[in-house]
Structure formats: structure tokens, C-alpha cells
């Protein structure tokens, strides 16, 4: 997936990168390399790569699917008026588990990921007094 200057990278385990900043990470000892977190678009996506990368390890481990690195990429943009137009993102995984170990792994974490569906969902956001 070729990013946008919004787009962001999060990956660990053999695909994890030496560039970027280094975010300690429950499922591997290594942690979790994220590159670029440089504005609050870029902690939007990056909080949906998070998720998706959190939650693809511990549906693996439930599934009794080994995955030995995975990246996570996500994109979006934004109108003139800074609403979302959308984000994507995509899946890579190192694995050495039949393909359609992967894709039953990649559909299961597309249902669950949190912080997806509660920005597919929408909320509202408002600013206390």
C-alpha cells in the first residue's frame, strides 16, 4: 500500500522496522515500530493500526495461528472542512499457516478490531464546558 503523507505503519514481530518510534507491546518482547506519529491524523490511523495489530496476535493465539511478524498500514483523508473521507488499511503477515488459516484470521479481526468499529459506528465528540 503506498501511504499518503496521513498514513501511517505500525509492525512487529519479523516485519517489524528499525525506522520510526519504538512502543512497548504486550505480545512481543521486540515491541512495536510505528512510523510516522507526527499529528493527530497520524494518531487517528495509527490508533486503528494498533488495534488491528493488538487484536490479529491474540485472535492468532486463539485460533492456534502462528504469526511470526505482521504490518499493518492505514490511510485516510480528509475533505476541506478536515472530516474524514475514509480509512483503509491493509494486512501483512508473516506466517507460515495455510492461507486460509490467514484470511479466517484477517475476516475475525476485520469483525472484532474495537477502535474500527467504533469509528465506523461514529461518535460524537464534544468539548466539556
Request: proline share 4%.
Amino acid at each position: 500500500m503506498d501511504l499518503s503523507p496521513l498514513g501511517v505503519r505500525a509492525a512487529a514481530g519479523s516485519l517489524r522496522s528499525s525506522e520510526g518510534v519504538l512502543l512497548h507491546h504486550t505480545w512481543t518482547d521486540e515491541g512495536v515500530s510505528v512510523s510516522p506519529a507526527a499529528n493527530g491524523a497520524h494518531l487517528l490511523h495509527l490508533s486503528v493500526a494498533l488495534c488491528v495489530l493488538n487484536d490479529t496476535y491474540r485472535e492468532a493465539g486463539r485460533l492456534d495461528v502462528t504469526v511470526d511478524g505482521i504490518c499493518v498500514e492505514v490511510d485516510g483523508g480528509f475533505d476541506a472542512e478536515w472530516r474524514s473521507t475514509g480509512i483503509e488499511y491493509a494486512v501483512t503477515l508473516d506466517s507460515r499457516a495455510p492461507a486460509a488459516d490467514l484470511a479466517r484470521l484477517n475476516d475475525v479481526v476485520d469483525n472484532i478490531a474495537e477502535i474500527p468499529r467504533a469509528i465506523r459506528a461514529g461518535a460524537r465528540v464534544n468539548r466539556r464546558p
